[in-house]
């Protein structure tokens, strides 16, 4: 990078060069200002106070020549209000003599139009400076600023920012009741990746999203992995259609690693319309449960709900999520098949049969405990019986070694 240089530019020269500068490169966040917050810059200006310097890196990326690298909520507000976008605060105290409280640029005394437009901004500017070092010098100048974690990911380079970035235009996050603010969209597909690249429940807090942008800098973005993101997103899109109040962004992560799982071991494709009417009917058990009074509440729901609004990111919170969305979900498929028809039932079909026959051994009527149960076909495999939660049965090991010991 050459030597940084400065600039005094005044207003007028800054609103002249709106088109030439890109407020939000992709390390940028996007705007954040209140109303409040760009009319205390505007009457800062007019009293003629200092304003901290805005740091540009000059660019050929026609048609822009800078790019910002921190300043970008001034220079907005700035443009903003020079178009009359928002007026100067009702309480504003006169301006040397001038009446300006509740006024828009175009309603200034002209003194204080030329005054305004006369006042010197100072420009750092950066020439050939490389992606590293500007995030170098993005992260020290909002050290001290209020960036989220999305924030701060968001302005690191490599191909994992920006296979990210390139999920959050996916159509499903167009059906979710959350805005993309201060890189919401990012958070999550950052979280679906993490969860696909561990192959199941894991941390993805923070440091854990950093680690992973920092160890797959050269991300395949073509590759297995990421055609498997893709994959589950797109029956998540089919499966809802329109936009869902309850894709909020725990739930969007939790189906996510469900659809993953789901895809890898069963033959659920086709099945998108099953899947959210399940879902649906899934959260209103749930708002259900939850207005029922607390001794009345099921254990399992009452820890459900504390895992979703506490912990979140953590690997324990995501498994529990996990494990009741999927038994759930199998519950309410009975006839789901393996993609590799198989005699064994899996963990996952173990616990749903379980729940169906909440422990309880239906030739004998004793209680089993989990673990001590054998998962039985009701028709029997050797006959035909498929390995299904709906042809699965609860037995305790007496009764099921004397049926094994019947069919034979």
């Known amino acids: 990078m050459k030597e940084a240089y400065t600039k005094q530019w005044p207003l007028y020269s800054v609103r002249m060069r709106e088109n030439k500068v890109d407020p939000q490169p992709p390390y940028q966040r996007g705007p954040v200002w209140s109303n409040s917050k760009k009319q205390l810059l505007m009457d800062s200006i007019l009293r003629r106070y200092d304003i901290p310097k805005i740091y540009l890196r000059a ?3 026609p048609p822009y020549k800078y790019e910002v ?5 001034r220079l907005r507000a700035i443009w903003e209000f020079c178009r009359d976008k928002f007026a100067i605060a009702k309480d504003c105290d006169p301006v040397r003599g001038h009446e300006v409280a509740g006024k828009l640029f175009s309603e200034l005394p002209n003194g204080l139009v030329d005054e305004f437009q006369s006042y010197e901004l100072s420009f750092v500017i950066l020439e050939d400076a490389t992606e590293d070092e500007v995030e170098e010098m993005f992260t020290r100048l909002n050290n001290g600023e209020s960036l989220t974690a999305a924030e701060k990911r968001n302005a690191m380079p490599g191909d994992m920012r920006d296979f990210v970035k390139e999920l959050t235009f996916h159509p499903l ?9 201060r890189f919401a969209f990012d958070q999550v597909c950052a ?3 993490c969860l696909e690249l561990a192959g ?3 941390d993805t807090k923070a440091k854990d999203l950093r680690k992973m942008y920092e160890n797959c800098a050269k991300f ?11 994959r589950t997103l797109n029956f998540l899109d089919t499966a809802f259609p329109d936009k869902t109040p309850e894709l909020r962004k725990q739930n969007v992560v939790s189906l996510f690693l469900l659809v993953s799982e789901l895809l890898e071991k069963y033959a659920i494709s086709g099945k998108e319309t099953l899947f959210r009417d399940w879902f649906v009917k899934f959260e209103s ?15 399992d729901w009452i820890h459900y709900q504390e895992v979703i609004l506490q912990a979140v990111d953590s690997k324990p919170s995501i498994e529990f999520r996990h494990s009741m969305l999927l038994t759930s979900f199998l519950l309410s498929c009975p006839d789901l098949l393996p993609l590799d028809p198989q005699r064994i039932f899996t963990e996952e079909q173990r616990l749903a049969i379980f729940r169906k026959y909440d422990g309880i051994c239906p030739v004998g009527g004793e209680k089993v405990k989990w673990g001590e149960f054998h998962a039985d076909h009701i028709v029997p495999f050797s006959k035909g019986g498929k390995t299904t939660v709906a042809n699965g049965q609860h037995l305790c090991p007496k009764h099921n070694l004397e049926k094994a010991a019947s069919v034979k």
């Open 191 to 193: 979280q679906m990746t």
């Open 173 to 181: 996050l167009g059906k979710v009741p959350f805005k993309n603010t």
């Open 285 to 299: 058990d749930r708002r259900q449960e939850q207005d029922k009074p607390e001794d009345e509440r099921e254990p």
């Open 200 to 202: 199941g429940p894991t």
């Open 69 to 73: 690298i921190d300043g970008q909520q």
């Open 59 to 61: 660019v050929d990326n």
């Open 220 to 230: 395949d973005k073509n590759g297995s992995v990421s055609k498997k993101i893709k």
